[in-house]
Structures are given as C-alpha cells and as structure tokens.
C-alpha cells in the first residue's frame, strides 16, 4: 500500500471545499487532476471514500474513520515543513547543566545576527541535544567524539565544590583541596558531569551517581555527599542549601563549542568570536 501527502491533502480540501470544483480551484488545478488523485488514493487503499452527491460530496465510512488520521499526518507534515523553512534562521545553542555561566546573558544581550536568531537549550544528554537533533552547537565542558564532532575551546572555567550550607567540615572554609575532597563522598553525574576517579589518580573517593543537576544539587544539599562542578554551575543553579567554594589545587576546566562534523551551521563563526572575547574579557 503507498499514498502520498498529495492525495492526503486532495482528500482533505475535497472535503472542506464540499465539491471536486470548488477544492480544483482552492488547489490552483483542474478538477480532473482531482478525481485522478481520489481514484488513485482509493485504488491504493481498496476502498471507496468519497460519494458524489447532486449538491456535493460525502464520505463512506472508510473515508470517515480515515480522514482524522489524514489531518493529523498533514498536520505533522506542515509542521516538518516549517522547521525546515526556519531551521536557517536560529542557532540553536545547548547545553547540559549550565551554558556560560556569567557570560551566558551577556551573550544573549549581545548577539548582533539580524538574520539568525539565538536560542539556548538545555538538553541533559552527553551530547547537549546534537545527536537528537534538538540543537546545533553545545556548550561542552568533557572531550568530544572528534569522528564525530568538530569542537574548539572558548574559555576556561575554575573548578568549585559544592557542599552543604551547614556542612560541619566546612562551612566556614573559603577553599578547599582536592585531596580532601577524596576523603568525602563525591556525587557525581557521570554521563554529562566534569567529575570523575581521573580526578584522583590512586585515590579514589567513594562515588554516588546522579543524572541530572537537580538531582545532584538534591543530594548535596540533603548532605549526602559533596561535588565537584564548573563555576558556571554556580551561576546557573544557586541552591538554598548548597554552598560554592573554589578548589585551591584544581586545573581549569576548558570550554567547548561543539558541532557535527564538517557540518559548521550557519553563525557559528559569530558564535565562537563572541564567546571567545567574553571569557578572554
């Protein structure tokens, strides 16, 4: 069995028009290339669906129960086609956990693309809605799949522990080390998250998975471990309950803009030159 949009949306305007004649003319084609369309949908289906009546049209039963189906894949259709006509026209921009932290709403304020639009989106998968084709370059702060992926770095970030406000170790300490860090229980995300045993080679601290920020902030501030996250993570997600410090001994994280493979979207230079100059600034 195979059918077409066109006939779909022949059907359709047939019945919204009420006649062949009135649906050619909406359609901008003849009524013969009507009825051949309808003939040939119903050839397709083996069953009738449209009856001439002296004053109009109706439909069988067949055509009853599939006409609603009809609409909904036209529907479908029409909105696939408005993607593709507007995907040009915004640089979708995702992240997983935090998109630029400080710099995030000056980037926003400071966009200049008359012609694309910029929209931030956050996707909590490894590849910040690449793969899914929800977004056209992620903020990435872990290794990109480079047969995959083409990335360059923007900036680098501190590194912070997130702890428990009223943490008893803690809770009046401006900074703290790696190495007590690896005396505690760590939560980490290990899917998206910067965190993890590399951090600490021949000490690894006891680890609690967690797979989304919000969860993660949950733990820490139920005190049920602490983490370890970039400053961005900061700026995005303040907690009542969860307190910031930075890392005296820990390298910077590097930031990422990531996109698919030989295929740079429209305004990416623009996009790199922006966020480069706000983390250099």
């Known amino acids: 069995m195979e059918w077409t949009l066109r006939e779909l949306r022949f059907l359709a305007e047939v019945v919204d028009a009420g006649t062949f004649t009135d649906a050619a003319a909406r359609l901008h084609v003849s009524q013969a290339a009507v ?42 259709a029409d909105r696939f086609t408005e993607f593709v ?35 931030l989106v956050r996707v909590n998968t490894p590849s910040s809605g690449l793969v899914e084709g929800l977004t056209d370059v992620a903020v990435t702060r872990v290794a990109v799949d480079e047969r995959r992926f083409d990335s360059v770095v923007v900036g680098l970030e501190r590194r912070l522990v997130a702890f428990a406000s009223d943490d008893a170790q803690w809770s009046r300490r401006r900074q703290v080390t790696m190495g007590e860090i690896a005396e505690r229980t760590v939560v980490i995300d290990p899917r998206v ?34 983490g370890t996250t970039a400053e961005a993570t900061a700026h995005h997600h303040p907690r009542p309950g969860v307190a910031y410090r930075p890392i005296k001994d820990a390298s910077r994280i590097p930031v990422r803009l990531a996109w698919w493979r030989g295929d740079p979207p429209p305004g990416l230079r623009d996009l790199v030159q922006a966020v480069t100059a706000l983390y250099a600034s």
Do not use: M
Request: cysteine-free.
């Open 35 to 76: 009825s051949r369309t309808i003939a040939g949908l119903e050839r397709a289906l083996g069953e009738r669906l449209v009856r001439r009546l002296p004053r109009g049209v109706e439909l069988t039963g067949a055509g009853q129960r599939l006409l609603p189906q009809a609409r909904r894949v036209l529907a479908e």
């Open 85 to 119: 006509a507007t995907r040009h026209s915004t640089l979708r921009l995702g992240y997983a956990w935090a998109a630029l932290g400080s710099h995030t709403a000056k980037l926003q304020r400071g966009w200049s693309r008359d012609d694309i639009d910029l929209e």
């Open 193 to 226: 998250g910067t965190t993890g045993p590399l951090l600490w080679p021949g000490r690894e601290p006891r680890f609690i998975e967690t797979y989304e920020v919000d969860s993660w902030l949950d733990a820490i501030a139920a005190g049920r471990g602490v």
